[in-house]
């Protein structure tokens, strides 16, 4: 069964096409890594699938939900960590988790338990009562994970979510993603440049360059097709050597810079 | 409605805890009060006016509400660029919702704000009329609201504070210096009277004035019927700003 189904998937900015008409789908339960250098558009893409954009063309379906025409339906199905940081810098650890549990409707009974046992999950029950400007980078993304499970997704997805974490706290995300899948049956859809991450995680994955996606499949599937060893090399091999320019808003992407740097 | 609450606190907990700026508010309606109210107070009175104080209180009271609204709307630009619009954006909320809860936070905030500066005019000298208090602060709530609704609708569309200046500039100081805060409306040239007939917050800063002195230019009905058109009219094209946003 597919928890993610989409369809001609188009989006274009002027001229400029960041998805073009791309069509896949995601199997309920499994996790799934989405690959592409930078500016591939596999953010756009995650995007539209989480409706905070709307395509120029063609059709999502999450968890049966039609992503445009119902988006209320859809965000209660799927949590998301953004590829940047989304917390309330001026609030508690608990109360950026209460924000949240609040804006999705979950009752005070409910979420009261429900934070607690998400944060000690995350080694952060100690700090629960901390302002998380004073957390590090490490710190607010398990915080965010945690959020992101709260209102018990069918869909979690992770945009780049180790970017700018030691190996120590690498590890330990994906330890908790892998549990999560295993434990709660929570479909991972997840981007990221770390090939061996994907080797380790992912049960089937989807390369993506120029908007277009090149290759779908699982790992050994993707080694064959393009009959290498390392799944490095077939992400090197398919999407070419050149690197690559990120286009975009200046002012947000210095934004962004310096918030990767603060993390 | 819980969506509109959480909001609300939100802003009303990010508001309490930034101590240093609430005093830092107060600065420039201080300045106002000292300065031009005791400044050109001797000529006000010489011109026949009475008691200048009494006359610029309200207007001081309206332009601490007026700036700390349409600021803490234009914080939904902070919101964008440290990502937490993503957040409430994804969540299953009506975009309505958002901005209500949103526009009633940075209200509350601004009548903090404004009943601060009332306390400070007090001080100064300036005796209200304390039995129509209840309606000097419904005039106040709807001066924040109007405001805060603008600066969130503003906001909705731009994505970082580079234009700031010019809404500062070009909106937010005609909108108070305009408004008959400092200056009677009455006898001014044309142009000025056009302009300050058209500029809601006339109405709001005569109404209070009605309120807490009972002297005014418009009657008080036709200035709450003003307020409140316009605060419809701005929530509606604060709805479909919100609805366009793409993150």
Partial sequence: MNIIETKNLTKKYGSFTAVDNVSFNVIKGEVFAFLGPNGAGKTTTIKILTTILNPTQGEVFLAGHNVKENPNETRKSFGIVFQDPSLDNELTAYENMQFHAILYGIKKSVYQKRIIDLLSLVELSDKKDLFVKNFSGGMKRRLEIARGLLHQPKVLFLDEPTIGLDPQTRNKVWAYIKDLNKNEQVTIFFTTHHMEEVERIAERVAIIDHGKILIIGTIEEILQKAGVKKLEEAFIKLTGGSIREEEGNVGLNQMRISNKLMR | ?247
């Fill in chain 2, 1 to 247: 409605m819980q969506a509109i609450y959480i909001l609300w606190l939100r802003q009303l907990k990010r508001f309490i805890r930034k101590k240093a700026s609430i005093v830092g508010a107060l600065g420039q309606p201080i300045i106002f009060l000292f300065a031009i109210g005791f400044g050109l107070s001797p000529i006000y009175a010489l011109a026949g006016g009475g008691n200048y104080v009494q006359f610029l209180a309200p207007g001081i009271i309206v332009m601490s509400v007026l700036f700390t609204s349409i600021f803490t709307g234009l914080e939904i630009i902070w919101d964008k660029q440290f990502g937490f619009l993503k957040e409430t954006f994804v969540a299953p909320v009506p975009r309505l919702q958002i901005l209500l809860g949103k526009v009633l936070g940075g209200a509350t905030v601004a009548m903090i704000q404004g009943v601060l500066v009332f306390l400070i005019t007090l001080v100064a000298g300036f005796r209200p009329h304390w039995p129509s208090l209840p309606l000097a602060f419904l005039f106040l709530f709807l001066v924040a609201m109007l405001s805060s609704a603008l600066g969130a609708a503003i906001a909705a569309r731009l994505d970082d504070m580079q234009g700031f200046p010019l809404i500062f500039n070009f909106l937010v100081q005609p909108l108070f210096y305009l408004s008959g805060a400092i200056f009677p409306i009455k006898n001014l040239p044309p142009i000025l009277d056009f302009i300050t007939k058209i500029n809601p917050f006339s109405y709001g800063v005569d109404g209070l004035r009605y309120a807490f002195s009972g002297a005014n230019v418009f009657p008080p009905v036709l200035s709450i019927t003003v307020l409140g058109v316009t605060i419809f009219l701005v929530l509606i094209i604060g709805v479909y700003q919100f609805s366009k946003v793409q993150l």
